[in-house]
């Protein structure tokens, strides 16, 4: 037991650190290779700050925990709107500029929705795993156009990912930096998943709720980080941009990769529990920070204690659901 737990906490460590290092030596690359700093914000930043989930996922779909990776992907949709940008916000409150940002929000529910249709039959099928899958292509090519096409100016995220994206990396040094965190991204997932299978199994609770709670938890470290860290620095655009580009990378990759790996069938509770409330979440961050007649919403002190409440409160009916 206490094997499992020390590979699930050094696996968070090392999956946090992976992630940091992989996005550090991709974005160094691309601006090295002249990609603009805000698609490379929008896409290597927002796929990386996923690659935890996305790799956690495969590695519970191949080893045969297919809920442990439908948790995981659910879970930390959860996690990211409701832990995180509560925590944000009761730091410093968020106020959102971005007209992309802005953009994204409708898709993001919109792929909610398809996630949820796709789930109600209680399976997770091969062919919902390449409708999703699909959906990320399409995802990634109506980003890098919204990105290219930006109306009305330059997008206020643009200066904000400008600051951001490391300029003393030479493109050797962004490789090994790229190349070692992807390295360690696969094997720290690996021993996250044997440590949450060996405590799942020790306390006597499904792989769902493990990929909900724990897992859901420490896959999301990195964007809770880059969250806290954006915020501190006056990057809200940054803070929930990053959040929202997670939780569509987890729809359609981390979600759409188990799928395809190993389909299942979904506990009944994934439909009308946790989903449900994933959705509720995503229409209440649409409606915090939308913002209506050209100005930019705004997420206080107040909502983000809303948040974290629902968060804890979720935590402690999946508790009180695991022992019941």
């Known amino acids: ?11 968070f460590a090392l999956l946090a650190w992976g992630a940091e290092r992989f996005v550090v030596g991709a974005a160094g690359s691309a601006r ?5 700093p805000l698609l490379i914000g929008l896409t290597i930043v927002g796929f990386g700050t996923s ?4 790799l956690v996922s495969a590695v519970a779909a191949l080893k045969g925990n297919p809920g442990l990776a439908i948790g995981n992907a659910i879970g930390s949709n959860i996690t990211n709107i409701a832990l995180i940008l509560g925590a944000t916000a009761l730091i410093t409150p968020l106020t959102m500029h971005s007209r992309l940002v802005r953009r994204e929000l409708p898709v993001l529910i919109a792929t909610t929705l398809v996630a949820w249709w796709l789930l109600s039959d209680g399976e997770l099928q091969f062919t919902d795993g390449l409708i999703l899958m699909a959906g990320l292509a399409a995802l990634v090519g109506w980003i890098i156009h919204a990105g290219l096409t930006a109306r009305n100016g330059p997008d206020p995220m ?6 951001e994206i490391p300029t003393d ?5 962004a490789l090994f930096w790229l190349a070692a965190g992807l390295v360690v991204l696969v094997a720290s997932s690996r021993m ?5 299978v060996g405590v799942a199994e020790y306390f006597g609770v499904s792989d769902l709720i493990i990929g909900l709670t724990i ?3 420490g896959t999301s470290l990195p964007e809770l980080a880059a969250s806290v860290a954006s915020a501190l620095k006056n990057e809200h655009d940054i803070a929930i941009g990053n959040v929202v580009g997670s939780n569509m990378f987890n729809l359609l990759a981390v979600l759409g990769l188990p799928g395809i790996l190993a389909p299942s069938a979904v506990e ?13 979440l995503s229409v209440a961050l649409l409606l915090m920070a939308y913002g209506f007649r050209g100005r930019g919403g705004r997420i206080n002190r107040l909502q983000g204690a809303l948040l974290m409440a629902v968060y804890f409160g979720y935590q402690g009916l999946l508790y009180f659901t695991a022992h019941h």
Do not use: F, H, N
């Open 268 to 280: 009944a509770a994934v439909v009308t529990r946790d989903v449900p409330l994933m959705i509720a």
């Open 1 to 11: 037991m206490w094997m499992q737990l020390l590979a699930v906490v050094a696996g």
């Open 215 to 217: 897992v859901a938890l």
């Open 192 to 196: 996250l998943v044997w440590g949450a």
């Open 169 to 173: 990396l030479s493109m050797p040094q």
């Open 51 to 54: 690659a935890p989930e996305i």
């Open 32 to 36: 090295l290779l002249g990609v603009s």
């Open 158 to 163: 643009a200066a904000e990912y400008e600051a």
